[in-house]
């Protein structure tokens, strides 16, 4: 068990304790330094604020800059949403002074301009010169937007390269020289007088196997991992590097550490649980939303976008919504009346929610039958159908047979099929009078239970309906009721309410998800929007319109080059089968293949949680070494601190490094820290991962000088210059002079992250119908003069200005009206929903033998064994359930920014009055919250808004790292700032899975995915 005692006392107690009692009404007076605070204003516009980026005449409409400022439209990466934004710089001083929102883009403007739009004309629409425009083209970045730009000039980044000193974890570094880190990490030895150490050149054997025996583990380069955070647009580098030069196929991010549950859930209906696609509701148009364990305008991307929308709705009496989650948030707001209601619910049952929802859908027909019924694409063009789905496909459930939770095929009836069996050659067989048919273009029966002849004989058969129907009324609504604390009433009203607005209506979610039945909990809530068939209508669900990728296009391939190697083995986060591995095949000869070792998740994409444990257990093989590119495991991960301490151990992983601008908790164990660019020093390409129905890709370009150190070449230290020298050290293929192949086969060189970026906004540029050509005028106001020459000397003559345009405009925006055609979306998701999903229905579970449900239920929490936690720590003895939230102001990145920490200074536990008051707990009082993985001391806040029996946590305090503990370089030691440690952290209280024999922490069994909802928990008084 695991203990931490917060800081939070003394006058960290009291400065929190007064945020969170009095609320925000001093903020603007503890912000600002202006003549309303008491002060004298240094400038008679406004307070402090520094003078206006531009002036636009009210007579003329001329605009006139501000000859000291640069103005320049880029990527905020205050979060994951990456949003587009306008930033001011200073010149003089190579800072960004302010951050607005990018009207060209719709994750900051509503109605976002037309792409056509000069630079210029952009400027004057912000400014609002038309006659009654009011706001209509203000484009805004959030708070936290605005505040982490601090993260810049954060006296506690790293600037240069960095080794460790004495004891792995120890706190002590010295700086070296660029040079020598790319010597060290690639030539390896004994680099910290403990003993030999391999370095990636010797790591980087392509013949010999990871695992003598078990060549499914691919060769030695797989020992090399590598742990990412967000795909912040520069991954595709990395995995160049990673992938297709040093041949290692480890690559993972944290989604599995973050909202990854959700997406998996949602995955299993789309038909792809690796790629995990989801569907975000139509805000603008919606009449209804159910929004569970996500909070619109708190979290859930992109949700400043989500917030302002549902706000404009809400406030046009267009949409009405309900939240469903444990903890009232600013969703739930008091002006709006009954459009905006919030229903408490015990964590993680939402499933229970959803399948009581769905069972009066059921028995009161409210279900969509006639789109349900169409079993083809075909059938759905016929019958002007949007999207199609599997519901009327039969499934064998004959028990014992090897095709169970399979669907049933022609080849399985003895058809004759022209190609191999199971391909998309064979069809898939509907029910019909005559017994089974081929689906075809018209409508199926939805309901069947009966049997199939085939070659082998009769087999048990049902539609994919029938077995989500009879999960649906596996219990009462009265049981679905108890289970998740909401009245059956509720429940069957809320059901009502849903499907009284044909297709607009829709449920979303997210990282709510994060418990032990997450993804059953999230295929559950997304399968009413099948049952509704709201997927692609204008007012229900629609995917993401997409992007513009910027590797593959009409100039120059980023995605392949000469020599390139193709990395292949099972992924060490075991997310694969595991009858494919040495193991099983000796398990099964021996007569008993289940047990693993190790729980598998073949449903599941990359997992971060699970790597930690692979890593400090050697399961399945031992790593040689562990790169860190700004992610942070250790403090991520519920649970994980308690085997971090064998991380530690140079023995376990003997090489460990960093690619990071800070030292947090996971570069805090590293070997060596490589410095990297922050916010807008950076370069990369994103697109949204989904609430923007048109496509869209963002570009990020450093719009200020970086501060990294210089290399002997005089590149700035970070992620690109890195990989490049290591890659042109080991001599690596697809980096150096001739690394990437234009359309006319010819070769350019990598050397620089300029050589990579600029043909990457080429390719976005050209895509299609090409843009325009940037003016002198757009390359001056946008401030891309700043790197015009590297255009011009990097691009084409025929291509530079349109790679101008992209970074002028901050990216490539498709236009507003191209969001619907007709009544459907543009960009339509054309694959069938799986009202069963054969993958999942179909694999046993590696650790107990066992199938899991192919189809959305409700299942309680259990371990990786199958037992249900409640049998393992019952509700007698833990009474309480801790979930953690999110603030729309910090989290745990943006701790770092001054300006945030005078908002939001800690994190209070947040006690439920039916909690407190049996305790004798008040506001104020020191508490001890304990769980079955650790305890932690700290100040209660006791308040309404909470589901009985529930303590909450908000996320992003309780830091180790981030300059919450003293760090010594060079000798001179920086002390710890106790601002930066406040607080807690949930995580700390985060479980071990008790019932697995290798170390590893609680996760949901089919995703994967980490815990953090509904820890079971208890809470006293303790002072």
């Given amino acids: 068990m695991s203990t931490r005692r917060n800081i939070l006392k003394g006058a960290a107690a009291t400065g929190a304790l007064a945020t969170f009692g009095v609320g ?106 038309g006659a009654g425009q009011g706001l209509t083209n203000r484009s805004t970045a959030c708070g936290r937007g605005n505040a982490v730009l601090q993260q810049v000039t954060n006296p506690r980044r790293v600037l240069k390269p960095m080794k460790r000193v004495g004891p792995r974890g120890s706190g002590e570094w010295q700086t070296i020289s660029f040079e020598q880190l790319v010597e060290e990490v690639v030539e390896g030895g004994d680099l910290f007088g403990e003993g030999r150490v391999a370095g990636l050149r010797e790591i980087r054997n392509l013949e010999t196997p990871a695992v003598e025996g078990a060549p499914e583990y691919g060769p030695r380069a797989n ?33 599995s550490y973050c909202g990854g549950a959700y997406r998996s859930g949602s995955g299993a209906l789309f038909g792809d649980v690796k790629k995990m696609p989801h569907a975000k509701p139509d805000f603008s148009e919606a009449e209804f939303i159910i929004f569970a364990g996500t909070a619109p305008g708190n979290a859930g991307n992109p949700f400043k976008r989500v917030g302002a929308l549902v706000a404009q709705a809400r406030a046009t009496g267009k949409l009405t919504y309900v939240v469903v989650d444990p903890v009232l948030n600013n969703a739930q707001n008091a002006p709006s009346g009954n459009r905006a209601r919030w229903l408490p619910i015990k964590p993680g049952t939402d499933g229970a929610l959803a399948m009581g929802m769905m069972r009066w859908m059921f028995e009161n ?72 048919v081929p689906a075809g273009d018209s409508a199926a029966p939805l309901l069947f239970d009966g049997v199939a002849g085939t070659a082998g004989g009769p087999v048990a058969v049902k539609t994919a309906l029938t077995l989500l129907r009879e999960e649906a009324m596996a219990q009462s609504l009265d049981a679905y009721a108890q289970d998740c604390g909401i009245p059956a009433e509720t429940i069957a009203g809320l059901a009502r309410e849903f499907t009284s607005h044909g297709r607009k209506a829709a449920v979303n979610s997210h990282g709510g998800m994060m418990n032990g039945s997450g993804f059953y909990n999230a295929w559950a809530l997304t399968m009413l929007n099948t049952l509704i068939g709201n997927l692609n209508w204008k007012g229900g669900t629609m995917i993401a319109g997409g992007g513009f990728p910027e590797t593959k296009g009409p100039a120059y391939d980023l995605a392949s080059f000469p020599g390139a190697v193709t990395a292949r083995g099972l992924p060490y986060g075991r997310n694969a089968p595991y009858e494919k591995t040495a193991e099983f095949r000796a398990k099964q000869a021996a007569g008993r293949p289940y047990p693993a070792e190790g729980p598998w998740y073949p449903q599941a994409p990359g997992l971060a949680t699970e790597w930690i444990s692979s890593l400090v257990n050697g399961y399945p093989y031992h790593a040689e070494a562990l790169i860190f590119r700004n992610t942070n495991p250790v403090y991520g991960i519920p649970g994980i601190a308690h085997v971090m301490d064998r991380l530690k151990d140079p023995a376990v992983v003997p090489l460990i490094i960093s690619v990071d601008p800070f030292i947090n908790e996971s570069s805090a164990i590293a070997d060596y820290i490589v410095p990297d660019s922050v916010m807008y020093e950076t370069w990369g390409f994103t697109k949204p991962w989904g609430g923007v129905a048109t496509k869209a890709t963002t570009a990020r370009w450093p719009v200020i000088e970086p501060r990294m150190a210089q290399n002997a070449e005089g590149q700035r230290v970070g992620l690109e210059s890195f990989l490049i020298a290591t890659a042109k050290r080991m001599g690596l293929p697809g980096f150096g002079e001739a690394a990437i192949p234009d359309a006319e086969g010819n070769l350019h060189p990598l050397n620089r992250a300029e050589d990579w970026y600029l043909r990457g906004a080429a390719n976005v540029a050209l895509l299609g119908a090409p843009v325009g050509d940037a003016s002198d005028d757009d390359i001056e106001l946008s401030g891309v003069s700043r790197i015009r020459a590297d255009l011009e000397a990097v691009l084409k003559p025929g291509e530079w200005r349109k790679a101008a345009t992209i970074y002028a405009k901050g990216g490539r925006y498709e236009n507003i009206e191209q969001t619907y055609t007709g009544e459907r979306a543009t960009h339509a998701f054309a694959a069938p929903m799986q009202i069963w999903n054969e993958a999942v229905g179909s694999f046993r579970r590696a650790s107990t033998g066992k199938r899991m449900p192919g189809t959305a239920c409700w299942r309680v929490p259990e371990f990786a064994d199958g037992s249900r936690v409640a049998e393992h720590y019952p509700d007698a003895d833990w009474p309480v359930k801790l979930v953690s939230f999110k603030s729309p102001l910090q989290n745990s990145y943006s701790v770092g920014a001054k300006a945030l920490l005078r908002i939001v200074a800690a994190n209070p536990v947040m006690i439920g009055r039916d909690v407190a008051e049996p305790r004798g707990i008040a506001t104020g ?28 946590i908000e ?40 019932t697995r024999e290798k170390a590893g922490v609680w996760v949901d069994p089919v995703s994967g995915t980490a815990v953090r909802q509904g820890l079971p928990a208890r809470v006293e008084r303790i002072g």
């Fill in 925 to 952: 009082d020191m508490v001890r919250l304990t769980t079955p993985g650790g305890q932690l001391d700290s100040v209660a806040v006791v308040r309404d808004g909470l589901a009985p029996g529930t303590v909450a």
């Fill in 955 to 994: 996320h992003g305090f309780g830091h180790r790292g981030f300059g919450a503990e003293d760090i010594t370089i060079d000798g001179q030691t920086t002390p710890a700032d106790p601002r930066l440690a406040a607080g807690v952290l949930l995580n700390d209280l985060g479980m071990m899975d008790p």
């Fill in 365 to 436: 027909d409210r279900i969509n039958a006639a789109y349900l019924a169409q079993p083809s694409q075909a059938a759905a063009d016929a019958a002007g159908e949007a999207n199609w789905t599997n519901a009327t496909h039969l499934v064998v459930v004959e028990d014992g047979h090897k095709r169970f939770g399979r669907m049933l095929r022609g080849s399985d009836i003895g058809l004759a099929v022209a190609g191999e069996p199971y391909t998309d050659a064979d069809p898939y067989m509907v029910a019909s009078d005559s017994g089974p």
């Fill in 223 to 255: 020992r090399l991992v590598w742990m990412n955070c967000v795909d912040d647009g520069r991954d595709n580098f990395a995995l160049r590097w990673l992938k297709q030069s040093f041949g290692s196929n480890n690559f993972t991010r944290h989604g």
């Fill in 24 to 129: 925000y009404a001093d903020t603007l007076k503890k912000l600002a330094k202006g003549h309303w605070s008491g002060e004298r204003p240094d400038k008679a516009l406004a307070g402090n604020a520094p003078d206006p980026e531009y002036r636009i005449d009210p007579e003329t409409g001329d605009l006139a800059l501000n000859p000291d400022q640069a103005l320049s439209y880029t990527m905020c990466i205050g979060c994951t949403t990456m949003c587009g934004v306008r930033v001011r710089v200073d010149k003089t001083r190579n800072e960004v002074l302010r951050v607005a929102g990018n009207p060209y883009s719709p994750m900051s403007t509503d109605p976002f301009i037309p792409y056509e739009t000069s630079v210029r004309d952009s400027f004057r629409a912000m400014a609002q010169t």
